[in-house]
């Protein structure tokens, strides 16, 4: 980005500044959606398609609303009932897509890299939604602006990230966040989904999680069924019973996130879900206006437009 | 074991008759590093002389080499040809061109194509393939199992008769050490070499790249070097309880080269026979390449991290790596235009083999000039071939280089019919002028290139 790059398939694709200026603008679209009418019309006439090759409702969504808040066009696309199931080639599809002219392609894929791949195929910018385990920019935008809007500048803030972080694109791209933002990082989770190699992205790792109560914010990952049946953790009552956060667990003014959805009474327990340090919701409702931002930013942004909103 | 048939088949041409004026000769085996006038009549080299001193006889063409490096043709024990079952990759056809283009003289074809080089009708039907389409000669090894199942053994002696040089499950691992025993014994009656590509598939798991920094930065699983190197191992623990010939395909980590040398030791005693090759890709490549999420990058093995290349590189400079083999591994676009965890593995290697290595190893002074020209050429060694020789009587097997000379991977597209090359792109030293293959013309830049239509 930075006005050079006109798509978003990585966090390393920014730099502190530009994470600053998008996230400054998300500030506005957050005013925005308090009103009554939450719209403008900086994306009017312009078209975004949404091309989701997995199940996801938190970033669908709302890059769905983000781009109709925008005043944009909006075509979603699921592979299921569409060509992607009839065995078309992402090529074919995005090659077809592009037919429309789309402003922007925001694709969702299983696969690393495939956000990369459309963005050579089409005149759109193109926006990773997640690619495999890769990288998910848009969610670690969404997380830096969370906790700003809590606790101001993440320097010298202290992060920890607990759990499947082999399985996480979440993981990987919020940690190029927050370091980028000056926080530091630790990740800590069963020494089976700790990636041999992850420390070469600054962070520390730990197998334990002793030490937590040294952090300002402790982000809790997903923890799937899949990974005890691939025998990664014995059971989910063990994962559980080490890595679990709970309000025993957390100490008082620490902050709790998670990128959704839960596996309540797994990686979280529910009256920590639920209680006031939590920010699950604030994070949520941070996708919309952040998403705007991003859209807002490789669509509209440019030194003879004034900012819409 | 006395070999019933030819093993190296290839479509008639007509004898060669040549004088290559003032070339660098370099011949490692036969001691020769200084400028000299070869002289080959009727495909066979008929005169060395002094640069300068031979004559052109009538009807002789003469080749002002000036300049310009002649080596023994190189060797690649290591291609796939896909054929039959997958034409629309390569062919017999254009893959032997994309090999005299490389400057190979000689290339070893793999069993697993579709269906799989198991039988003696398959095998009748690709050597019969290549004695219409090959313009260099083609050796074929049979698999070790029944459709590379890891089940049954073929008939390997029938096989051995009707001229595979060896035997391979390459692109899969022979998964039971007792299948692989019972194949190591049936050697015995039936010679040829028992070639392995080693990866543990429980250890590999779903990987498609190096496990490493760069693959946890990804998100990409990862295929552990350990994978690779416990094969070695068991394996190599096997071959010389047997007293077999084993040869260990395409090493890619420093623990497997490690393994073989420590078993190539242990052999001595036991009459075992342990080679190993390298590709060019593993010699000059790391998985930091992979950063770019190019399904060029993805191949199997994995290209593994700087230490793992130093490893590789100093196995081939000790002997431990007997020699250098591409694993050519042609793929379609469309196949290969898809996310990196998706695409199939493999590159093309045959045109950029000795380039990559001239570019990466030898002009910066890594590897001997005369070491890379030994070990490129000693593929075929280890299948009982005679190593292709610059010296009177001996069959033309030559391939004339520029070393000063670059070009531009796939500036001009291929030779191969697919472009998955891990080099494009790159700008390579070492022009191939000319390749002379069982003394007929393969390769010559000095005639126009052959099309894919004219190929096909």
């Not at chain 1, 990288?135 to 602006?145: K, M, N, R």
């Not at chain 2, 024990?77 to 390569?90: C, D, I, N, S």
């Not at chain 2, 890594?366 to 890379?372: H, R, T």
Request: proline share 6%; with cysteine; aromatic share 4%.
């Amino acid at each position: 980005m930075s006005g050079q790059s006109r798509h978003l398939l990585s966090v390393e694709d920014l730099e502190r500044p530009d994470i600053e200026r998008i996230l400054a603008r998300a500030g506005s679209f957050a005013e925005v959606s308090g009103r009554e009418i939450k719209k403008v019309p900086a994306l009017r006439g312009r078209t975004v398609v949404n091309l989701f090759y997995e199940s996801s409702t938190r970033t669908s969504s709302s890059f769905e609303l983000a781009a109709k808040r925008l005043s944009a066009d909006v075509v979603n696309i699921r592979s299921a009932g569409s060509s992607v199931d009839k065995g078309e080639s992402l090529r074919d599809t995005v090659q077809t897509l592009s037919a429309y002219d789309p402003a922007a392609i925001v694709i969702r894929s299983p696969h690393a890299g495939a956000a990369q791949l459309v963005a050579g195929w089409t005149d759109a910018a193109v926006i990773n939604a997640g690619d495999g385990k890769h990288e998910h920019p848009t969610q670690a935008l969404l997380d830096v602006f969370t906790l700003q809007e809590r606790i101001g500048a993440l320097d010298g803030r202290r992060i920890w990230i607990v759990g499947d972080v082999l399985h996480s694109r979440v993981a990987r791209s919020n940690i190029l966040a927050f370091t980028r933002m000056g926080a530091e990082v630790t990740l800590a989770g069963p020494p089976t989904l700790l990636p041999r190699g992850i420390e070469t992205l600054g962070a520390r790792v730990s197998a334990r999680l002793d030490g937590l109560e040294a952090a300002d914010v402790v982000y809790v990952l997903r923890m799937q069924n899949e990974r005890m049946e691939a025998a990664y953790i014995p059971t989910l009552r063990e994962y559980a019973q080490r890595y679990q956060i709970n309000p025993a667990r957390l100490r008082p003014g620490q902050l709790l996130m998670h990128p959704g959805p839960v596996n309540r009474g797994v990686e979280l327990s529910a009256d920590a879900i639920d209680s006031p340090v939590s920010l699950i919701g604030a994070q949520v409702k941070a996708g919309v206006a952040v998403r705007m931002a991003v859209l807002f930013e490789l669509l509209a942004s440019s030194p003879t437009l004034a900012v819409a909103a | 074991m006395t070999r019933p048939r030819d093993p190296l088949v290839c479509a008639p041409a007509p004898a060669a008759d040549l004088l290559l004026r003032q070339a660098h000769v370099l011949d490692p085996r036969s001691d020769i590093d200084a400028p000299h006038d070869v002289l080959v009549r009727e495909g066979q080299i008929a005169e060395i002389g002094a640069p300068g001193s031979l004559k052109a006889p009538a009807g002789v063409r003469v080749i002002e080499a000036a300049g310009r490096h002649l080596f023994p043709g190189f060797v690649d024990p290591h291609v796939h040809l896909r054929t039959p079952g997958q034409e629309y990759k390569e062919s017999i056809a254009t893959g032997t061109a994309a090999a005299a283009a490389g400057g190979f003289v000689q290339i070893i074809a793999m069993p697993n194509t579709a269906p799989t080089i198991d039988s003696s009708a398959v095998l009748e039907a690709v050597r019969a393939l290549a004695t219409q389409q090959a313009v260099v000669p083609v050796g074929v090894l049979a698999s070790i199992t029944i459709g590379l199942g890891g089940r049954e053994l073929t008939e390997m002696a029938a096989l051995s008769d009707l001229g595979a040089l060896g035997f391979t499950d390459d692109g899969k691992p022979v998964t039971s050490a007792a299948m692989l025993r019972r194949a190591l014994q049936y050697q015995r009656l039936c010679g040829g070499v028992i070639a392995l590509h080693e990866e543990d598939p429980d250890l590999s798991g779903a990987g498609v790249m190096h496990e490493g920094a760069v693959s946890a930065r990804l998100g990409l699983t990862g295929i552990p070097s350990i994978s690779e190197s416990t094969y070695v191992a068991r394996d190599a623990a096997v071959a010389i309880y047997e007293g077999a010939a084993m040869h260990f395909q395409h090493l890619s980590a420093a623990e497997s080269v490690v393994a073989l040398a420590a078993a190539q030791d242990a052999a001595q005693a036991s009459g075992a026979r342990l080679s190993g090759e390298a590709t060019p890709h593993h010699l000059t490549l790391t998985d930091a390449t992979v950063r770019s999420l190019d399904s060029r990058f993805k191949m199997n093995p994995p290209l593994r991290t700087e230490a793992d290349r130093q490893a590789v590189i100093e196995g081939l400079r000790s002997g431990v790596i007997a020699c250098i083999a591409t694993d050519h591994a042609p793929h379609a676009r469309h196949e290969k235009e898809q996310p990196f965890e998706v695409a199939p593995m493999g590159t093309t290697g045959l045109e950029t083999a000795f380039a990559s290595v001239l570019t990466d190893l030898v002009r910066p002074g890594v590897l001997p000039l005369a070491l890379v020209v030994e070990r490129i050429t000693a593929g075929g060694t280890l299948y009982g071939l005679e190593p292709p020789r610059i010296r009177v009587g001996a069959p033309a097997n030559l391939t004339l280089v520029d070393l000063e000379a670059t070009w531009d991977v796939g500036a001009d597209g291929y030779v191969s019919r697919s472009a998955n090359c891990c080099f494009h792109g790159r700008r390579l030293h070492g022009v191939v002028a000319l390749t002379v293959a069982a003394g007929t013309v393969a390769f010559d830049t000095a005639k126009a290139p052959l099309t894919q239509e004219e190929l096909a």
